[in-house]
């Protein structure tokens, strides 16, 4: 698991892993399904990784592990939870289990309030693991376990780590803040929970207020019925100029994309809860049902 600088380093702000991100939420309702998606509904709690300075150092570790174990559905699994001085925030050996090791960076010793994020990262690899979903290459799996951390509930953790002043600043995990606030706002969207209650950081609440207002976005682009004027009147010409010129190429920055086939055009676009493809007959207003979230679309093809 990576970290910003605990000592004035830059903190990378922004969307630049945005599609890797999308494309993550839809491997993951691939793999869980609707319904296990659906099963990580409540979010963790704060009671329930509250780690005080009076905290036993090892006793507590633990305690916070066994919470998070429980939360992310890892019944058989027991993590034990070591510290060592190392380069990056956290560690874990990924074994068949039923007992996994995993080493925080020494500095937690006395940084207790972020055990919880760190081991929440931490145990979603486990979590991964078990299920056996993986994507190429180490920085796509760790963006995959960040958003999943995040969308099944724990992830908030994670935002709340990120603090910054003019001396200093932290961040836990791959995603920049904003990243984090999509994730955790595409999530509130889907179970109707508002998770900036729980942030003790100031920076971390900004981020998510810019990471809410991207995920509202994608209720918003067309051919939603949601799109604003803008977006409705492009639409209209880019949905012209392909009944004009069968075939063309896909302009790549557009979100959605048309096809002629025998039943007439086609457009196609993402699902804006779980970016899974869809097609639909281009033919006015009508609703279409994305196949894999099960979500109802207003649209205006």
Known sequence: MSEG??????????????????????????????????????????????????????????????ALVRHLRLPQARVVVGFRRMEHAASVELTAGPEYFVELNDRFRTHRRDIGAALAHEITHVLL??????????????????????????GWLLL???????????????????????VLAKRAMVFGEDPSVWFTSP????????????????????????????????????RRLAGDRPGAGRDPSLPYAFETG????????????????????????TRARCGLCRTVLECDT
Do not use: M
């Open 5 to 66: 600088s605990g000592g004035g380093g830059p903190v990378v702000h922004g969307f630049p892993h945005l599609d890797a991100v999308r494309s993550a939420i839809t491997a993951l309702y691939r793999r869980l399904s609707l319904e296990g998606v659906r099963s990580y509904a409540a979010s963790l709690s704060p009671a329930e990784v509250a780690f005080s300075d009076v905290d036993d150092l090892y006793p507590g570790a633990q305690r916070v592990a066994g």
């Open 262 to 285: 025998a039943e007439g055009l086609r457009v196609s676009f993402t699902c804006p809860v779980c970016h899974q493809r869809v097609r639909v007959p281009v033919r006015g207003r």
């Open 129 to 154: 693991h078990r299920l056996g979903l993986e994507l190429p290459g180490t920085r796509e799996n760790e963006i995959l376990t960040d958003t999943v951390t995040a969308y099944l509930g724990a």
């Open 203 to 238: 920076q971390a609440y900004t981020a998510y207020t810019r990471g809410r207002a991207e995920a509202l976005r994608d209720l918003q682009r067309p051919p939603l019925t949601a799109a604003g004027w803008a977006g409705r009147r492009r639409y209209a010409k880019e």
């Open 160 to 182: 709340d780590a990120f603090r910054q002043d003019a001396v200093s600043s932290q961040k836990l995990g791959y995603l920049t803040p904003e990243e984090f606030g999509y």
